[in-house]
């Protein structure tokens, strides 16, 4: 569902976090809802989210629960900002969960903390779509169920672009000249999200570069990335970048309260901007970078894991097939009722009538044809040390070729640890 919430943190960097964060705190479960209404015989399963943002989330999650007839299931819905740390403190108590939401993160799979739903998934694997089994792939083995696909965009106001007389842009050098042209008194050119972080993937994959090799070696440092570094340090010292919004990147309020003319933002948050500007929303993805380069967007999302260290790990995996294999019904609404989101059951996001027009059937299609997904190699260790590089080039003016090859140097020692 959103990466966005109440609280002004980047809820998806921050939920990438890896394992060994929790191994400093010793923080207890906490926050506990009972998805069921009692009587239901057999085991008892637990299953933690995350507190989703948009209205209905908590309620719809009990319901699906409380159907299900053979264990009784309580959810535990986390809220705050640091849902990451109280998930990964809970899994070394006695208190872990049965089952919980992430994303694929190969030291789960490495420390035996996840299990392996292979067999669950493969009847049906063919209807899913198949980057997200690879996303979720491990010698051969499947771990973790996607439970919806979000694909990440920019917004923009057709009536300001028609107002500056200028055209969707499709490389970076002309979004950053269109950011200046749609900067006024009032208005900014264009929102990135508080910490510059949220794109840095895109950036990457629009340069016509990877995070790493299908053989897991660094392949970001490429002189395209460098110039798009550069590129991005212009528009952040041009006045035209809006800087400390009220909220994250996320949560679509700077582009609907018209603090700025474009936005960094998801698929989730169409519904809101729909209702608050009406049809003066449109959607491109990230532009170009370079020759070499391809707009891209970047396809986030969450999964549900099993505990393989459970006391109910084969009850946890049938709860997990009736509800995010079997059930399907529930599938679509928990994916286009509460913001929007495509079902990565490919029978599903044919079907889901709410995705077939508009503006969410453009989302679907720029999806489509412009989408990358996680790669499970890539950690957050990897993924911190390349907000390094966004700091200290973008932000620092630090030489961008130098913040790549550092930034390598620290992916490559993380790599040798994970696959030696």
């Given at each position: 569902m959103s990466a966005f919430s109440k609280s002004n943190w980047d809820r998806r960097s921050v939920l990438r976090a890896a394992m060994g964060l929790a191994a400093a705190g010793g923080l207890a479960a906490c926050g506990s809802n009972n998805g069921r209404g009692g009587g239901a015989s057999g085991n008892s399963l637990v299953q933690y989210f995350h507190a989703y943002g948009e209205a209905g989330v908590e309620q719809a999650v009990k319901r699906?629960?409380?159907?299900?007839?053979?264990?009784?299931?309580?959810?535990?819905?986390?809220?705050?900002?640091?849902?990451?740390?109280?998930?990964?403190?809970?899994l070394l108590t006695d208190n872990a969960p049965d089952v919980f939401e992430f994303h694929p993160q190969i030291q789960l799979i490495k420390s035996?903390?996840?299990?392996?739903?292979?067999?669950?998934?493969?009847?049906?694997?063919?209807?899913?779509?198949?980057?997200?089994?690879?996303?979720?792939?491990?010698?051969?083995?499947?771990?973790?169920?996607?439970?919806?696909?979000?694909p990440q965009f920019f917004y923009y106001r057709p009536s300001l672009f028609e107002k500056a007389k200028i055209e969707v842009p499709t490389t970076l050098e002309e979004l950053v000249e269109a950011a200046d042209k749609l900067t006024t008194n009032k208005v900014k050119g264009v929102y990135l999200g508080n910490n510059l972080t949220a794109f840095q993937h895109n950036l990457i994959w629009s340069a016509g570069a990877d995070t790493l090799t299908?053989?897991?070696?660094?392949?970001?440092?490429?002189?395209?990335?460098?110039?798009?570094?550069?590129?991005?340090?212009?528009?952040?010292?041009?006045?035209?970048?809006?800087?400390?919004?009220?909220?994250?990147?996320?949560?679509?309020?700077?582009?609907?309260?018209?603090?700025?003319?474009?936005?960094?933002?998801?698929?989730?948050?169409?519904?809101v901007m729909q209702?608050?500007?009406?049809?003066?929303?449109?959607?491109?993805?990230?532009?170009?970078?370079?020759?070499?380069?391809?707009?891209?967007?970047?396809?986030?999302?969450?999964?549900?894991?099993?505990?393989?260290?459970?006391?109910?790990?084969e009850a946890a995996k049938e709860y997990v097939k009736w509800l995010w294999i079997?059930?399907?019904?529930?599938?679509?609404?928990?994916?286009?009722?509460?913001?929007?989101?495509?079902?990565?059951?490919?029978?599903?996001?044919?079907?889901?009538?709410?995705?077939?027009?508009?503006?969410?059937?453009?989302?679907?299609?720029?999806?489509?044809?412009?989408?990358?997904?996680?790669?499970?190699?890539?950690?957050?260790?990897m993924i911190a040390a390349f907000n390094d590089v966004m700091a200290n080039a973008v932000r620092k003016d630090g030489d961008p070729k130098a913040q790549l090859a550092a930034c390598e140097k620290k992916v490559d020692a993380e790599l040798k640890k994970l696959f030696g």
């Open positions: 699906y629960a409380k159907a299900y007839k053979d264990a009784n299931v309580t959810t535990q819905w986390i809220t705050g900002s640091n849902f990451e740390q109280k998930l990964f403190a809970a035996g903390q996840v299990a392996d739903l292979t067999d669950i998934i493969e009847p049906v694997k063919d209807d899913f779509n198949q980057a997200d089994i690879k996303s979720h792939t491990v010698d051969g083995k499947i771990y973790g169920v996607r439970m919806i696909d979000d299908a053989d897991n070696k660094p392949a970001f440092n490429t002189d395209g990335v460098a110039e798009g570094l550069k590129q991005l340090r212009s528009l952040f010292t041009s006045g035209n970048l809006l800087l400390d919004a009220p909220a994250d990147w996320w949560d679509p309020s700077a582009f609907t309260q018209g603090l700025t003319a474009i936005q960094w933002c998801g698929m989730w948050a169409m519904p209702q608050a500007l009406g049809d003066d929303i449109g959607i491109f993805p990230f532009p170009k970078v370079g020759s070499a380069g391809k707009e891209s967007v970047y396809n986030g999302g969450w999964s549900m894991f099993v505990n393989a260290k459970g006391k109910n790990v079997d059930q399907e019904e529930y599938q679509e609404d928990f994916a286009t009722s509460y913001g929007f989101h495509i079902p990565p059951r490919t029978s599903l996001a044919e079907s889901a009538s709410k995705l077939k027009t508009g503006l969410p059937a453009e989302g679907v299609k720029l999806f489509n044809e412009f989408g990358h997904f996680d790669n499970i190699g890539w950690t957050q260790a």
